[in-house]
């Protein structure tokens, strides 16, 4: 049997180019189902894991799934906007605690989450170093977004420019890292959190500039008045919010007013969050409230039929290649007859052929099987993860 | 060593027929058979070697009838007393030198493979000067190569009875001489039998005996 197993492998061998196609079918041929149901599966549960601890989410009307991607799974995609009265709103009707998300911005490839302190406490993120944000202007990073940037505590990270060429564009703020948080294997591991007032200067809401009052700043100042001061556009604006200059950074009109992408709230109990429920079923409020593992059902149940009909277009496809396959192994029986001839002149019996034969069917059919599995496992380990990253994200 | 009494043999298409009254080979003869084309030579060398079998008729190859054994000790009984040689090489093409001249210890488990058996095949292998070719693909040998490669194998397992059907045939006249000094010494220091089909008349006056199939045409092929 030895002797048979060395034939077939010195067979497969030598025609190596006919044995990794036969080999990359056979992979193929098993992995694309399987490694698709272990995505969906895996995605379904990391994606099911993320919504089920959000409770309800807030946010202008539009599409629940938009929303609950970005507010969930920092999406790119920004939903509709809504105003942080309405977070002030839930928190005034003491039926629920309310977590202020503005995620519109980024640095480099990370996302930047502007929230309140009560997230961190929200999904359990500890720290590994340093601490939370306290000041207008500083930042916690997610682990892998650290490790991504190549940034610890002490350095800093810049929001990216929205517009390059748009000089009434939202500019880059340079931002402290004061805190790096532990990996907790979530979309949190790729943000950048800060205060929603941060994010809010991000948007240029909220500024700081040189001291008008000062003499240095006088061949700036145009008119002065009781109302204020106007001076032209030669006023120092900060890009960077320090020590110094942080008392000069303020907002303009009311908070109220100002935006937010959602607002997660976390009721106090099963009827708080019934009754909050309540207060946005009237069509015409211009906010919507959703319960985010509804939204993720609803896209697995897509997702699922999708899959199913993938399934079913890999297995024709799979029936055609193993025909194929057998068809090749045939023509190759009638192509090796001669071979074939001569083993059995020589004193092979046709057990022996037959059984090298078979070898190498199975050989290519364990490495094909093998490759699969690896990839399959592979898939488990990072599917999830490369979803994430590069399909809601 | 051989003795072929009565035999009568016709393939089961075609109206090809061998009719051999008689024909015996002494152990260590070195005979050579030469006749037309389709006379039946090389049908003559599979009955002797069991490959095919007569319709009727007697085969006995030392003290065993062939005819008696199933297809299985055929097998076993060719892989262990008979080297056959081949026109074409036959080689495997996806083997090395040295794996096809260890070949029939692959795919015959009533031979075992051992590296007393290797140092042999390579010893072979030098003996007729393609040593260093061991590790070479037939596809990176010459004609002449690829033959003695081919002679290496059949006379790896020592077989008491040597089968070769037109040894030459694709050689040059170097080469033809050379194939055929190898099989000869192997005969004669073993005291093997040689049966070797051949067209080439230069040759025929190496050979103890002639058997030439025109004696047989009154009986046989075609008759």
Not at chain 1, 149 to 175: C, H, N, Q, R, W
Not at chain 1, 307 to 335: D, G, H, K, M, N
């Given at each position: 049997?030895?002797?048979?197993?060395?034939?077939?492998?010195?067979?497969?061998?030598y025609?190596r180019?006919?044995?990794?196609?036969?080999?990359?079918?056979?992979m193929?041929?098993?992995?694309?189902p399987?490694?698709?149901?272990?995505?969906?599966?895996?995605?379904?549960?990391?994606?099911?894991?993320?919504?089920?601890?959000?409770p309800?989410l807030?946010?202008?009307?539009?599409?629940?799934l938009?929303?609950?991607?970005?507010?969930?799974y920092?999406?790119?995609?920004?939903?509709?906007?809504?105003?942080?009265?309405?977070?002030?709103?839930?928190?005034?009707?003491?039926?629920?605690?309310a977590i202020p998300?503005?995620?519109?911005?980024?640095?480099?490839?990370?996302?930047?989450?502007?929230?309140?302190?009560?997230?961190?406490?929200f999904?359990?993120?500890?720290?590994?170093s340093?601490?939370?944000?306290?000041?207008?202007?500083?930042?916690?990073?997610?682990a892998?977004?650290?490790?991504?940037?190549?940034?610890?505590?002490?350095?800093?990270?810049?929001?990216?420019?929205?517009?390059?060429?748009?000089?009434?564009?939202?500019?880059?703020?340079?931002?402290?890292?004061?805190?790096?948080?532990?990996?907790?294997?979530?979309?949190?591991?790729d943000?950048?959190?800060?205060?929603?007032?941060?994010?809010w200067v991000?948007?240029?809401?909220?500024?700081?500039?040189?001291?008008?009052?000062?003499?240095?700043?006088?061949?700036?100042?145009?008119r002065?008045?009781?109302?204020?001061?106007v001076?032209?556009?030669?006023?120092?604006?900060?890009?960077?919010?320090?020590e110094?200059?942080?008392?000069?950074?303020?907002?303009?009109?009311d908070?109220?007013?100002?935006?937010?992408?959602?607002?997660?709230?976390?009721?106090?109990d099963?009827?708080?969050?019934?009754?909050?429920?309540?207060?946005?079923?009237?069509?015409?409020a211009?906010?919507?409230?959703?319960?985010?593992?509804?939204?993720?059902?609803?896209?697995?149940?897509?997702?699922?039929?999708?899959?199913?009909?993938?399934?079913?277009?890999?297995?024709?496809?799979a029936?055609?290649?193993?025909?194929?396959?057998?068809?090749?192994?045939?023509?190759?029986?009638?192509?090796?007859?001669?071979?074939?001839?001569?083993?059995?002149?020589?004193?092979?019996?046709?057990?022996?052929?037959?059984?090298?034969l078979?070898?190498?069917?199975?050989?290519?059919?364990?490495?094909?099987?093998?490759?699969?599995?690896?990839?399959?496992?592979?898939?488990?380990?990072?599917?999830?993860?490369?979803?994430?990253?590069?399909?809601?994200? | 060593?051989?003795?072929?009494?009565?035999?009568?043999?016709?393939?089961?298409?075609?109206d090809?027929?061998?009719?051999?009254?008689?024909?015996?080979?002494?152990?260590?003869?070195?005979?050579?058979?030469?006749?037309?084309?389709?006379?039946?030579?090389?049908?003559?060398?599979?009955?002797?070697?069991?490959?095919?079998?007569?319709?009727?008729?007697?085969?006995?190859?030392?003290?065993?009838?062939?005819?008696?054994?199933?297809?299985?000790?055929?097998?076993?009984?060719r892989?262990?007393?008979?080297?056959?040689?081949?026109?074409e090489f036959?080689?495997l093409?996806?083997?090395d030198?040295?794996?096809?001249?260890?070949?029939?210890?692959r795919?015959?488990?009533s031979l075992?493979?051992?590296?007393?058996v290797?140092?042999?095949?390579?010893?072979l292998?030098?003996?007729?000067?393609?040593?260093?070719?061991?590790?070479?693909?037939?596809?990176?040998?010459?004609?002449?190569e690829k033959?003695r490669?081919?002679?290496?194998?059949?006379?790896?397992?020592?077989?008491?009875?040597l089968?070769?059907?037109?040894?030459?045939?694709?050689?040059d006249?170097?080469?033809?001489?050379?194939?055929l000094?190898?099989?000869?010494?192997?005969?004669?220091?073993?005291?093997?039998t040689?049966?070797?089909v051949?067209?080439?008349?230069?040759?025929?006056?190496?050979?103890?005996?002639?058997?030439?199939?025109?004696?047989?045409?009154?009986?046989?092929?075609?008759?």
């Amino acid at each position: 049997m030895k002797g048979i197993f060395y034939l077939a492998w010195r067979y497969l061998a030598y025609n190596r180019w006919k044995t990794s196609i036969l080999v990359g079918s056979i992979m193929l041929i098993i992995y694309l189902p399987v490694g698709l149901n272990v995505v969906v599966e895996e995605s379904g549960e990391h994606l099911m894991a993320r919504a089920e601890a959000t409770p309800l989410l807030v946010g202008a009307k539009g599409s629940p799934l938009e929303l609950v991607l970005n507010s969930l799974y920092f999406s790119l995609e920004t939903p509709e906007l809504m105003d942080y009265a309405a977070a002030s709103s839930i928190i005034e009707s003491g039926l629920a605690k309310a977590i202020p998300l503005y995620v519109r911005f980024r640095s480099r490839e990370q996302p930047i989450v502007g929230t309140s302190i009560e997230y961190f406490g929200f999904r359990d993120l500890q720290l590994a170093s340093g601490r939370l944000p306290a000041l207008l202007g500083e930042c916690v990073l997610g682990a892998a977004a650290a490790l991504e940037l190549g940034v610890a505590v002490g350095d800093s990270v810049v929001s990216s420019p929205e517009t390059a060429f748009d000089l009434a564009g939202i500019y880059p703020l340079k931002m402290s890292v004061v805190g790096l948080l532990a990996p907790n294997f979530t979309p949190d591991d790729d943000a950048i959190f800060i205060d929603v007032k941060t994010a809010w200067v991000i948007e240029g809401l909220g500024h700081g500039h040189q001291d008008l009052a000062r003499p240095e700043a006088a061949s700036a100042v145009l008119r002065r008045s009781e109302d204020g001061i106007v001076a032209n556009a030669s006023v120092v604006q900060f890009n960077e919010i320090s020590e110094s200059n942080i008392d000069t950074f303020h907002f303009h009109g009311d908070l109220g007013g100002y935006p937010l992408t959602a607002v997660v709230a976390v009721p106090n109990d099963q009827k708080s969050g019934v009754i909050l429920m309540g207060r946005y079923v009237d069509g015409e409020a211009q906010s919507q409230i959703i319960r985010p593992n509804d939204v993720v059902d609803d896209l697995l149940d897509t997702i699922l039929t999708i899959q199913q009909f993938i399934v079913a277009a890999v297995i024709i496809v799979a029936i055609a290649t193993i025909a194929t396959a057998a068809l090749v192994f045939l023509l190759s029986l009638r192509l090796r007859r001669r071979e074939i001839d001569t083993i059995g002149k020589i004193g092979g019996g046709r057990w022996q052929v037959a059984s090298m034969l078979l070898t190498e069917v199975v050989i290519v059919l364990i490495l094909g099987s093998s490759l699969a599995l690896g990839l399959t496992v592979l898939t488990w380990r990072y599917g999830s993860t490369i979803i994430e990253r590069f399909v809601l994200t | 060593m051989i003795d072929i009494e009565d035999l009568q043999f016709h393939y089961a298409d075609g109206d090809f027929r061998l009719d051999i009254p008689r024909l015996k080979v002494n152990q260590g003869e070195r005979v050579a058979v030469v006749g037309p084309s389709g006379s039946g030579k090389t049908t003559l060398l599979n009955l002797i070697a069991g490959i095919a079998r007569p319709q009727s008729g007697r085969i006995s190859t030392g003290a065993t009838d062939l005819l008696a054994l199933d297809d299985g000790k055929v097998r076993d009984f060719r892989i262990e007393n008979i080297g056959l040689v081949f026109q074409e090489f036959e080689l495997l093409e996806y083997l090395d030198v040295l794996d096809n001249v260890l070949l029939p210890y692959r795919i015959n488990n009533s031979l075992r493979l051992d590296t007393t058996v290797v140092q042999r095949a390579r010893d072979l292998l030098d003996s007729v000067g393609i040593g260093d070719k061991h590790d070479r693909h037939p596809e990176h040998l010459s004609q002449g190569e690829k033959q003695r490669a081919a002679v290496c194998r059949a006379l790896l397992v020592k077989p008491p009875l040597l089968l070769a059907d037109e040894p030459t045939g694709n050689l040059d006249p170097m080469n033809k001489d050379r194939v055929l000094d190898i099989l000869l010494a192997y005969a004669s220091d073993n005291g093997a039998t040689l049966v070797t089909v051949t067209h080439d008349r230069n040759l025929l006056d190496r050979f103890e005996r002639i058997v030439d199939f025109e004696q047989f045409l009154g009986h046989g092929p075609g008759h």
